[in-house]
Antibody, heavy 122, light 108 residues
Framework: QVHLVQSGAEVKQPGSSVKVSCKASGGTFSSISWVRQAPGQGLEWMGAITPIFAVTHYAPNFQGRLTVTADKYTNTAYMQLSILTSGDTAVYYC?????????????????WGQGTLVTVSS | EVVLTQSPGTLSLSPGERATLTCRASPSVYSTYLAWYQQKPGQAPRLLIYDAATRANGIPDRFSGSGSGTDFTLTITWLEPEDFAVYYCQQYGTSPYTFGQGTKLEIK
């Protein structure tokens, strides 16, 4: 079973950027998504990276502000969100896409990181 | 965007009872690409069901899923104390991959 370990909590100023890492151990990942959860709220899929197909895609809500990357040599994925506002205060999760066929991956998630709290405050 | 609406918002039941949670999609979910997750306070979600009706590894058989198109159901046949949590449905057939707002299952 792949185990995902994320970087620690961050406090950021409005207008700045944050970069969160997600390292896989006990295996590799074919595809990783990022999901966030605002305090007391539900889950929101942000985007995904599929290194085996060299593909990234993003939810429209985050297009232009979100960059998802991956380093296959270190089995680490990264999520960078820019132009932060207080509305971006949330726990950010990385999650492994559970199944990949020979041509695509399916964005449901069988392993999750522990979450990284990002607080945006002046 | 596929909007998922879960009902009820809160379900109050006792251990040993049966729980039925619903998830309605608009427009319909492509194929049966719908998953269910359980989330407890301070924890990441846990995958329960995928492809609408397939239990994930290690999930007890008291959890079952059904449905297609616009109407999906998660059933827990015999509630155990550890089942009281928030449950989310998620569709992964059409990007962006959306979640329902959640159903809180609480002890009565």
């Amino acid at each position: 079973q792949v185990h995902l370990v994320q970087s620690g909590a961050e406090v950021k100023q409005p207008g700045s950027s944050v970069k969160v890492s997600c390292k896989a151990s006990g295996g590799t990942f074919s595809s990783i998504s990022w999901v966030r959860q605002a305090p007391g709220q539900g889950l929101e899929w942000m985007g995904a990276i599929t290194p085996i197909f060299a593909v990234t895609h993003y939810a429209p809500n985050f297009q232009g502000r979100l960059t998802v990357t991956a380093d296959k040599y270190t089995n680490t994925a990264y999520m960078q969100l820019s132009i932060l506002t207080s509305g971006d205060t949330a726990v950010y999760y990385c999650a492994r896409d559970a199944y990949c066929s020979s041509s695509s991956c399916y964005q449901y998630f069988d392993s999750w990181g522990q979450g990284t709290l990002v607080t945006v405050s002046s | 965007e596929v909007v998922l609406t879960q009902s009820p918002g809160t379900l109050s039941l006792s251990p040993g009872e049966r729980a039925t949670l619903t998830c309605r999609a608009s427009p319909s979910v492509y194929s049966t690409y719908l998953a269910w997750y359980q989330q407890k306070p301070g924890q990441a979600p846990r995958l329960l069901i995928y492809d609408a009706a397939t239990r994930a590894n290690g999930i007890p058989d008291r959890f079952s899923g059904s449905g297609s198109g616009t109407d999906f159901t998660l059933t827990i046949t015999w509630l155990e104390p550890e089942d009281f949590a928030v449950y989310y449905c998620q569709q992964y057939g059409t990007s962006p991959y959306t979640f329902g707002q959640g159903t809180k299952l609480e002890i009565k």
